[in-house]
C-alpha cells in the first residue's frame, strides 16, 4: 500500500466500532498504521492473515523459576511489573484471587504468589503453560478469555501487561473478559510508543507485524475500558530512575541518573508503558 503524507481513510474503530477518519502514520509493505486524533490508538489495516506471534520464552521461565528468590525476581521486574505490583498490593489483599492473562515467564505471578495472592495463569503457548505447570502454577493454553475453564472460581483482578498489543479486535476481547469474569477489576499495561530513546544507532522501533497489530496511548487504554463497561483510570510508567537517584549515594552516581532523566524528559520519551485500570461498573457484588 502507497499512500501520500496525511493520508486519511475512514475505517471501522477497533474500540468503539464506529466508522472514523484516520490517518495512516506509517506504511509497511501490504499495510499501514492508522491513528485515531482523538486517543492516539494506532491500529493496522488490513489486519495479517497470520494472525499474532507470541515469543517463546519457557527456557528462560524455567531456568528463572527454578532458581527464584524474592530477591532474584525482583531484579527481573520490569518498569510495568512493579507498576501492576504496587497496583495489586494497593487495592488487594493477600488472598485474593488473580488471574494473569498472557503469563510469558511467570515471574510477575511468582512474585504475587510470594505475596499470598491466589494466581491463575492463562497463556497461549504451550510451552509456557508446561513450564508454569512444573513450577506448581495452575495454568491453562488459551489467549481468549471465554475459554478460561468454568470451574475457576471468579477472580478479584485480571492483569493483563503487554500483551494487548497481539490482540486484533481488543474491544471483542474486552468483551468476552467481561462477561467470563464480570466483576473482577482488570489492569493494562502495553508498551509505550515513545519508550525508545532518541539516540543514534538506537532503533526506535516500537513493534511491528505480525508481533503489534495495535499501538497505545493512556487515552486509548481508558477509552477501551470505559467502553468495556469498567470505571477508566490509566497513567504513564517512567523507567523509575528517580527511584535509583534517591538510592545512589556517591556525586557521580547522581549526576548519572539526573543526566539520564534530563535526556528522556528533553526528547519527550521519558515513558516505558502506558497503563490502564478499572473496577466494573454496575457489577454485583
Known sequence: MEFEANFLMILKHPITGRETHAEAVEWLPGCAYFRCGRTGLQWLEPQPISGPVYPD????????????????????????????????????????????????????????????????????????????????????????????????????????????????????????????????????TAPSLRRPLKLPGVDRRTGYPPDFLTRWTVEALRELLATSGYVAHGRSITPGMLRSLRKRRRWRGRVFVVFQVLLMIASGEYEFSVSGWGRPRNAST
Do not use: C
Open 57 to 188: 520464552f519457557s527456557e528462560d521461565a524455567d531456568d528463572l523459576l527454578g532458581r527464584a528468590t524474592p530477591e532474584l525476581i525482583k531484579t527481573w521486574l520490569t518498569p510495568n511489573e512493579q507498576a501492576a505490583l504496587e497496583w495489586v498490593r494497593g487495592n488487594l489483599s493477600p488472598g485474593a484471587e488473580i488471574v494473569e492473562l498472557f503469563a510469558e515467564t511467570g515471574r510477575f505471578a511468582w512474585q504475587l504468589r510470594s505475596f499470598g495472592y491466589e494466581v491463575r495463569l492463562a497463556d497461549p503457548l504451550a510451552a509456557h503453560v508446561s513450564v508454569l505447570r512444573k513450577h506448581g502454577f495452575t495454568s491453562m493454553q488459551t489467549a481468549n478469555p471465554a475459554e478460561l475453564p468454568p470451574d475457576w472460581s471468579e477472580a478479584d483482578a485480571v492483569i493483563i501487561l503487554e500483551s494487548l498489543v497481539r490482540v486484533a479486535q481488543p474491544a471483542v476481547f474486552m468483551a468476552a473478559l467481561r462477561a467470563r469474569l464480570p466483576r473482577a477489576q482488570v489492569f493494562i
